[in-house]
């Protein structure tokens, strides 16, 4: 994978899509899109992007926000998954684990403090299909989330892990790696990306959305069916686990000690993700619309520099300890 990136860095720019970094904004008990209203949510998450993340998040969340983690500057999006926690294997407690930048990005990851990366993409990794099949930007309100904390096999295509050594990322597995990985644990959630062209929700925050893809990595999506027939970019998130300085208390033979922030099963078949759309106006569709766009080097699409990106924060909303060693996880207290 780390090759093939280096590889497509090369290539000329085509149409293709957008990735970029976002920095950690925070991490806290909140769930705009899968639990609405909760303050707190059941379990710590993992969030980057806009300032107008809240326990509630309704309309055009780019109006009210002001500031972003992520790299391009029109995208007040927020993004988040459940937060990787150690366990210790002798005495039960939990420690949280840090997200670091994932490399290879053009340039690097030009100062992203923790976060992850994000993409978009319009067929597959280095094509477009804007001749075949135009992408239809989401509209102000949309959230969706993939993957579900109580699942106990794999739940859907694109939910994956691979055992880093050193840079090198690994094979693509559907669970947790069962052995130390010297380079971190990294996550992928890859979204659906064909849209009931309706609704901004559902109750279950998946079925206004469906996948067509059933394999792993970046390929195009087939064609989308008459129920959900707009095609809307694949949305998808990268985050590096620097799980290597809790290596060394993982004592060989044992099972695997990393678990999500809801515990859920060992295998980590409940990873989950959630996107709440933040674009400015007309943006993410001018940029689904360009030839110009091929991840890193996006043309006239205004950036940032990530040093200006890591001073946008939030307040937070509730107040406990996430961070050191933790007897319990923070919401699951018996
Ligand atoms: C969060 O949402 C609540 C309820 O909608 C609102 O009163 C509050 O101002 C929001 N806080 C921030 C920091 O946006
Ligand atoms: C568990 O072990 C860690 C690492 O040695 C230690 O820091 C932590 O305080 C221990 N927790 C308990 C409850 O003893």
Same mark, same amino acid.
């Given at each position: 994978?780390?090759?093939?990136?280096?590889?497509?860095?090369?290539?000329?720019?085509?149409?293709?899509?957008?990735?970029f970094?976002c920095s950690t =904004?925070?991490?806290q008990?909140?769930?705009?899109?899968?639990?609405?209203?909760?303050?707190?949510?059941?379990h710590?998450?993992?969030?980057?992007g806009?300032n107008?993340?809240n326990?509630?998040?309704?309309?055009?969340?780019?109006?009210?926000a002001t500031?972003?983690t992520?790299?391009m500057a029109?995208?007040f999006?927020n993004?988040?998954?459940?937060?990787?926690?150690?366990?210790?294997?002798?005495?039960?407690?939990?420690h949280?684990?840090a997200?670091?930048?994932?490399?290879? =990005?053009l340039?690097?990851?030009?100062?992203?403090?923790?976060? =992850?990366?994000v993409?978009?993409?319009?067929?597959?990794?280095?094509?477009?299909n804007l001749?075949?099949?135009?992408?239809k930007?989401?509209?102000?309100?949309?959230r969706?989330?993939?993957?579900?904390p109580?699942?106990?096999?794999?739940?859907?295509?694109?939910?994956s892990?691979?055992?880093?050594?050193?840079?090198?990322?690994?094979?693509?597995?559907?669970?947790?790696p069962?052995?130390p990985?010297?380079?971190g644990?990294?996550?992928?959630?890859?979204?659906?990306?064909?849209?009931d062209?309706?609704?901004?929700?559902?109750p279950?925050?998946?079925?206004?959305?469906?996948?067509?893809v059933?394999?792993e990595g970046?390929?195009?999506?087939?064609?989308?069916?008459?129920?959900?027939?707009?095609?809307?970019?694949?949305?998808?998130?990268?985050?590096?686990?620097?799980?290597?300085k809790?290596?060394?208390?993982w004592?060989?033979?044992?099972p695997?000690?990393?678990?999500?922030?809801?515990?859920g099963?060992?295998?980590g078949?409940?990873?989950?993700?959630?996107?709440?759309?933040?674009?400015?106006?007309?943006?993410?569709?001018?940029?689904?619309?360009?030839?110009?766009?091929?991840?890193d080097?996006?043309?006239?699409?205004?950036?940032?520099?990530?040093?200006?990106?890591?001073?946008?924060t939030?307040?937070?909303?509730?107040?406990?300890p996430?961070?050191?060693w933790?007897?319990?996880?923070?919401?699951m207290?018996?």
């Open positions: 994978m780390k090759a093939l990136s280096a590889a497509l860095a090369l290539i000329a720019p085509v149409q293709a899509g957008l990735r970094p =904004l925070t991490f008990r909140l769930d705009p899109a899968g639990q609405p209203g909760s303050l707190p949510s059941a710590v998450h993992h969030i980057v806009g107008a993340f326990a509630t998040m309704t309309g055009d969340v780019s109006s009210r500031c972003t992520c790299q029109d995208d999006s993004y988040w998954t459940a937060t990787l926690y150690f366990k210790h294997p002798t005495n039960g407690s939990y949280r684990v997200p670091m930048p994932v490399q290879p =990005l340039g690097g990851s030009d100062g992203a403090k923790g976060g =992850l990366t993409y978009y993409t319009q067929f597959d990794l280095s094509k477009d001749n075949q099949n135009p992408i930007a989401f509209p102000p309100g949309f969706m989330t993939v993957g579900s109580t699942a106990t096999s794999k739940d859907h295509a694109g939910l892990y691979q055992c880093m050594t050193g840079g090198n990322r690994g094979a693509i597995t559907d669970a947790m069962t052995k990985c010297t380079g644990i990294f996550t992928t959630h890859h979204f659906p990306a064909c849209w062209g309706k609704n901004l929700d559902s279950d925050h998946q079925s206004h959305m469906y996948n067509t059933t394999s970046f390929t195009n999506a087939p064609k989308c069916p008459s129920t959900h027939p707009v095609r809307v970019p694949q949305v998808t998130f990268e985050t590096v686990w620097d799980t290597t809790f290596n060394s208390m004592t060989s033979g044992a695997n000690p990393f678990v999500w922030s809801f515990e099963a060992a295998s078949y409940g990873t989950h993700a959630d996107y709440m759309f933040g674009w400015k106006g007309d943006s993410l569709q001018k940029a689904m619309d360009k030839s110009e766009c091929f991840y080097g996006c043309g006239s699409i205004t950036k940032q520099k990530m040093a200006v990106a890591n001073q946008c939030v307040k937070d909303f509730v107040n406990e996430t961070e050191g933790l007897k319990e996880l923070p919401g207290a018996m």
